[in-house]
Structures are given as C-alpha cells and as structure tokens.
C-alpha cells in the first residue's frame, strides 16, 4: 500500500487522501511508473502536509495519548507522513511499511535529508498478508489505507492485535473530496467537477467489489473500531483551504491531479467535457489552469482514533 489521497488512484495497490495518498494502495505493479508517481504522491502529501501535522499533533496531545516508541505508517508512500511522524513523536522509531519498492527506496532518501535516518526504517509488506509480521507498536497510522482491503473489519482487527496495551490506531477514513474549480467555470456545461467525482465515486465502488474476499461494511468507522476490541478515542476533521489565487507546488497539484482525471475517465467523458479538460490542462490557454485566478484548493480529511486497552 502507497499514501494517496482520493479515490482516484485504483490502478494499484499500495495506501493513499480520501480514498489514496496521499493518503491508494499500490501492489507493486510493473505498469506504473514509479519515476513518474513517486514525485506525484510526495507532491500530493506536501501539498496536504498541514493536515496530518495537525492530525498527528492532535494525537500526540491526547490526556490518554500513550508513550509512543514505535510507530507503523500502514502504506507508506513515498515517506512524507512516515518523517512528519518522526517529527511529532521524536522518541520514535517509525517504521514505513509499503509494498512498492521504489517508493521505500524514496522514504529513505527523505529520511537521510532530513536528518531522520536513524529512527525512519522501511519494510517491505504487503497488507494484510505480511501484516503479523510486522511487531507491536504504539501507534498505527492507517492512512486512507483501510478501504484497500477487502475484509475491512478482519484487517483492522489484525492492526488491533499489534497495538501495544495503551496504544492507538489512527484511521484517516471519510472526509470531503477536495475542490479546485467553482462550479461554473466559464466554458463548458457548469459542474464539471462534481461529474469527475461521480465517475470516481463509481470506480471506487467497483475496486471494492473486485478486492479479493471483499466485505461490504457499513463505513460507521467508530463502529468498527470498537467491533474489534478498541475503544474510540475520538474523531476530528481537518481542514484544507487554500483560497485562489494558487500559489506554485499547490497549483502544480491540481494541474496533474486534473491531468491524472483526464487520463483516467477518458472512455467516461463526454466530447464535450474532454474538451474543456484539454483547454484546461493547456499551458498556453488563458482560461487554462496555469493561468486561471479562480483555482483554490479545498478539502477535509477525518482521522478516527481507537484504543487498546
């Protein structure tokens, strides 16, 4: 699993921001290019890095919040949340646990520029497989993560019985899709955003039903944490909002984000969306996204906590 944070991104398999990644899960997929998605996901995480600062310093802050030696970051990414963890909880050892290769061989050269090296390790997993293997902790980050997998409440159950008495699960699950463009933007028939979204919200459905011995569970996250045997600790959600005009990385983010779409749902467009997509994506159009003054970028990510006992 890879950080991701949509629901965009089904392709592969290894964690991800609403359903992603990143906040997706990237099985370690030979058609991918990992040159490629690597800087996309780390641009993804940087972008939304005041999200989990704030979710991990509220973590952190708890009247119930455990001594925190280790941690597994669960489909780790490219390491942006595994450091910021590092970061947070400074007497950790953070463990970045990832099925792809290339993106753990990216979490240790992070982790070495920023001086984090000795307490940011990798492993190489596959969820929920190798997750036995994995040791006990402190506190497990599950970063839009939980919906990869196809028996939810086994999985989570599995994380459970890792926790060291105490310690915390953190299961970023839910929250707002973000939003980019205002609902009329000019050209095109209005709402073309929402469209996006709806023909995203219809592939996740279908990634959930073809995961292997997929469940259906009601996404009552509290419920579910203390149908394993945790108890709920409390939810929060946090805020992203970054008002037009966009300033560079943050527009940069939309640009491959919206390209990434209009990659994706290509054979779910119509003509006519296509082409608003295409003279959005145009660096020379003046109603392009590079040159647009009503870009912003707005979303929410929720993190529910559950705790052992």
């Excluded at 119930?64 to 950790?92: H, K, M, Q, W, Y």
């Amino acid at each position: 699993m890879s950080q991701r944070t949509d629901h965009g991104h089904h392709r592969h398999t290894s964690q991800g921001h609403h359903h992603g990644a990143p906040q997706g899960h990237h099985h370690d997929n030979d058609d991918l290019d990992w040159d490629v998605m690597g800087p996309m996901l780390e641009q993804e995480a940087e972008v939304s890095r005041p999200q989990y600062e704030e979710a991990a310093r509220w973590i952190a802050g708890l009247p119930t919040a455990p001594e925190v030696r280790r941690v597994l970051d669960i489909g780790s990414g490219p390491g942006v949340i595994s450091c910021l963890l590092a970061e947070v909880f400074p007497e950790a050892e953070v463990v970045a646990v990832d099925a792809t290769p290339a993106l753990l061989e990216r979490t240790r050269a992070r982790a070495e520029k920023l001086g984090l090296g000795d307490r940011v390790r990798t492993r190489h997993a596959d969820i929920p497989d190798d997750l036995e293997g994995l040791g006990g902790a402190d506190l497990i980050w599950v970063g839009n993560a939980l919906h990869h997998m196809g028996d939810q409440r086994a999985v989570l159950a599995g994380f459970a019985a890792l926790l060291r008495p105490g310690g915390t699960v953190a299961l970023a699950e839910g929250g707002l899709q973000p939003r980019r463009l205002p609902r009329d933007i000019g050209m095109g028939r209005p709402g073309l955003e929402a469209r996006l979204e709806a023909i995203n919200a219809e592939r996740f459905e279908n990634m959930r039903a073809a995961l292997p011995g997929a469940k259906r569970e009601t996404e009552d996250w509290n419920a579910l944490i203390a149908a394993v045997g945790l108890e709920p600790q409390g939810t929060r959600s946090f805020l992203l909002d970054l008002p037009a005009p966009l300033p560079g990385q943050a527009r940069d983010h939309v640009v491959a984000e919206i390209g990434r779409r209009r990659e994706m749902f290509a054979d779910d467009l119509s003509a006519e969306d296509i082409a608003v997509l295409d003279r959005l994506l145009d660096p020379e159009d003046p109603a392009g996204l590079r040159r647009r003054s009503d870009v912003f970028l707005l979303s929410v990510r929720t993190v529910h906590l559950g705790r052992r006992g």
